[in-house]
């Protein structure tokens, strides 16, 4: 059976050609991707933003513009009672007002000169929240009494609204409105804005729309290669163990400190010189009953490490919170007030996602060392200090 997968996985990597086309999309360069705004919405709808404004430099003119409208007007069984094309052709781009985030309105087209404008509430990831469409609607209705308006409701698969008078379409229709205007307008577009957009067009297919090359050739590739896949995934790394078992490894090393209790997630410390009785007054947290340790909070998007005071006498919690006021660095507090349960005093980052996803076993492992390093170096004894001689004074 072990030798069956074994040749199974070896015929996956070498002999797939599905496998190997989908390692060449994945190793394509998307500048979306890269700058890690796939499924950011903000991102999404200012780039919409530039394509629609005739006014920007991309060379597509109105074309975008005018086909998204067309493309809404023929949804709503054309509502505004105009000839689209005919009514812009006496209107001046300068007259056509793209606003982002007006009153929080992801997109709202205005042409005065026609008395009609659109909105357009865009989700990528999220969904409807705050009673927003409804909100928005009687926003822009109240904003412009004597206009016509159309309020569209973008989702990457046209999800319907909760309020009957958006209309639904999804970004497979902004996909195809683009490659329309693309297709009449190619001579135009200057190479470098042409290159982004076709980038643009790349990441709507590969992170946006279920139905995209990549997403159809793993699907393909899984179903004919289950056994094979589900053991890498049986077997894949397991980082937040291993970052846990390098970071508890170096902590074990630092002279005159105590590992108290860890797991996974949390890494938590504490120099011996507050392994006293006046400091084991933490209850319904730790073991190890310490009112302030260092822990390294080990996520599996980013690894930080921190000074947190815990549960226990309100009045020594308030004094240790009040050390990082005033110019006492590198403690700080966030907020005006201790809150009631866990408060952090120092924040260092250790690790990014970029350091976790894509750096190798003994990458990660010196680049977690590098860090606590810099720490040990630099703030532990300074912190260590301060702290002790605050529960000192708080003894006397």
Do not use: C
Request: hydrophobic share 35%.
């Amino acid at each position: 059976m072990a030798g069956q997968i074994e040749t199974e996985l070896i015929n996956l990597v070498n002999a797939n050609k599905d496998f190997k086309r989908l390692s060449l999309k994945l190793n394509e360069f998307n500048v979306f991707e890269s700058l890690g705004i796939t499924q950011n919405e903000i991102r999404h709808s200012d780039f919409l933003s530039y394509l629609l404004n005739p006014n920007e430099n991309h060379g597509l003119g109105s074309e975008f513009l005018v086909n998204l409208l067309d493309f809404l007007m023929i949804e709503a069984n054309n509502q505004l009672g105009i000839n689209l094309d005919t009514e812009l052709a006496g209107v001046k781009h300068s007259e056509i007002e793209i606003r982002r985030e007006w009153k929080n309105i992801d997109l709202l087209i205005v042409i005065d000169k026609l008395s009609i404008y659109f909105v357009i509430e865009n989700k990528v990831l999220s969904s409807e929240h705050s009673n927003q469409l409804n909100r928005y609607f009687k926003l822009a209705m109240t904003e412009y009494p004597n206009y016509r308006g159309l309020f569209g409701y973008l989702t990457p698969d046209g999800q319907t609204p909760s309020n009957e008078n958006y209309l639904a379409f999804s970004y497979r229709d902004i996909l195809a409105l683009i490659e329309k205007s693309l297709s009449t307008k190619l001579i135009s577009i200057n190479s470098d804005v042409l290159l982004v957009i076709r980038h643009y067009i790349q990441m709507l297919r590969r992170f946006i729309l279920d139905d995209s090359e990549i997403s159809q050739l793993a699907k393909k590739i899984y179903q004919e290669n289950k056994r094979a896949i589900d053991t890498i995934i049986k077997y894949r790394r397991d980082t937040q163990e291993l970052v846990s078992t390098i970071a508890q490894n170096i902590i074990v090393d630092f002279q005159d400190t105590i590992l108290a209790e860890s797991n996974k997630s949390y890494i938590r410390f504490f120099p011996s010189e507050w392994d006293m009785p006046s400091q084991k007054i933490s209850e319904g947290w730790i073991k190890d009953k310490q009112i302030v340790v260092f822990e390294i909070r080990n996520n599996k998007s980013k690894v930080t490490l921190h000074v947190v005071i815990g549960p226990g006498n309100q009045e020594i919690r308030n004094l240790l919170y009040g050390l990082g006021k005033g110019e006492n660095k590198p403690l700080y507090n966030p907020y005006k007030e201790i809150p009631k349960k866990y408060a952090s005093i120092y924040v260092k980052p250790l690790l990014s996602t970029e350091d976790l996803e894509n750096s190798k076993d003994d990458e990660i492992a010196n680049k977690l060392e590098a860090k606590l390093t810099e720490f040990k170096i630099n703030d532990y004894k300074k912190i260590t200090n301060d702290i002790a001689k605050e529960m000192t004074k708080n003894n006397d």
